[in-house]
C-alpha cells in the first residue's frame, strides 16, 4: 500500500457532484485515489448539502465539520466565504501528522498561514480569482441587497489574497488565471492543472439534432444573465428551438421562456436526463460574461455534446478555440446557428476532440501531474 499521504480541505460536501466546485474536488479524489494516493477528506458542510458515506470508499477517513454562518462571521475583515469555515476541530486534526494539505479554493484556506502549519507542504488549489468573481457576480445581481454582500466580499477577498504566499505549490484551473498569479507571486511554485471532470472519454453520437442547448446553474446570477440573454436576444422570434436546463431556474427566467413557443425550461434535471440533452442536441450554445476560472459546463459539452457555440469569454485560459463556433454577439450566435443547421456532426470532428481533449484535460493523467506537483516524481 502507497505511503503518499495528502489531507484535502473541502469547502463543501463533493457528493453528489452537481455544481462546478465540488465536481473538481469529487473527480480529483476519485482520480488521485486509483493512482493509492491515502486521502483524508475535511469537509466543512454547508447546510442542506447532507454527508456522502459514497466518498468513504476513495477516502482513509472522511471528517464533517459545521459551517459557521450568520453575523458573527459577516462582520469580519477575513471573507465571509472564508471566515466561516474556521474550526479548530479541523487544525487539531491536521495537526496529528505532517501530510500535506490540499486546501480546495480560497474558501477553504482559513488556515493557510496559521503558524501551526509552518514546515508543511501547503497547496492552494485555484478555482476562480475570487475577487473578480465576486465583482462580476456584484454586476450581474439585481437585489440590492446582494449587490452591497458581493462588493464587500470582492474588496475582502481581495486583501485575503496576500495570505496565498504561505502556500508552498498552487495548482490553477486555467491559463489566463495561472499566469495573473504568476505575475501576482512571481516566485512561488505556480502550475497549470485543468478542473477533474466526470469525462473518462468521449461520447459524442454522430449526426444531427433538433434543438440548441443552455445548461447551467441558473440561480447563479452569472448563469441567469445568459440565459436571459439567449432568450431575448438570441432566441426570441427565431425559427431555431432552444432548451434551458439546469438548477433552480428563478421563476421569472421560467416566465420569460413561457412567451415563446420555441423555448423550453427544465429545471433540475437529473445527470442523466442533463447528459442525454448534452448529446441531442445539435448545437449547445454557452455564453457568460465573465471570464474567470474553467466553466466545467464547457468540458462536459465537449465530451459528450455536438456541435458548440461560445462566447470568447467561455474560452478564456482553456486553450479550446480550435474545438468551438465562436460567435460574440446574439447576430453572430443566430448566424451560426443557421450555418451548421444542416451540417451533421462528424467522426473527424470527433477525432479532433479526442486528441486535444487527451492532451490537457484527462484525469488520470491530471492526477499523476499533481501527485508530481506534491510527492516528486
Known sequence: MSDRHLHIVAFDVPFPPNYGGVIDVFYKIRALHREGIRLHLHIIEYPGRGRAPELDPYCEEVFYYSRKTGLR??????????????????????????????????????????????????????????????????????????????????????????????????????????AYLKRRFPRHDIRYLPSFHANDGLNIPEGSGTYSLYHGNIEVPENEAAAEFLIRKVFAGCKHRLIIAGMNPPKRIVDLAARYDNIDVRSNPGDEELFELIRNAHANVLVTFQATGLKLKLLNTLFNGRHCIVNSQMLSGTGLESLCHIAESAADIRKKLNEIQDIPFKEDEMEKRQKILNRTYSNSGNADRLIEAVFGK
Open 73 to 178: 462571521s459577516a462582520f469580519s475583515f477575513i471573507p465571509y466565504i472564508v471566515k466561516s469555515r474556521e474550526s479548530e476541530e479541523l487544525m487539531a486534526n491536521l495537526l496529528k501528522d505532517d501530510y500535506p494539505v490540499l486546501f480546495e479554493g480560497m474558501h477553504s484556506c482559513y488556515y493557510i498561514d496559521d503558524p501551526r502549519l509552518s514546515g508543511r507542504l501547503l497547496i492552494y488549489r485555484e478555482s476562480n480569482i475570487e475577487h473578480d468573481y465576486y465583482l462580476n457576480l456584484f454586476k450581474a445581481e439585481r437585489h440590492i441587497g446582494k449587490k452591497a454582500y458581493f462588493l464587500v466580499e470582492s474588496l475582502k477577498l481581495r486583501l485575503f489574497q496576500r495570505k496565498l504566499k504561505h502556500a508552498g505549490c498552487m495548482l490553477v484551473v486555467s491559463e489566463s488565471d495561472t
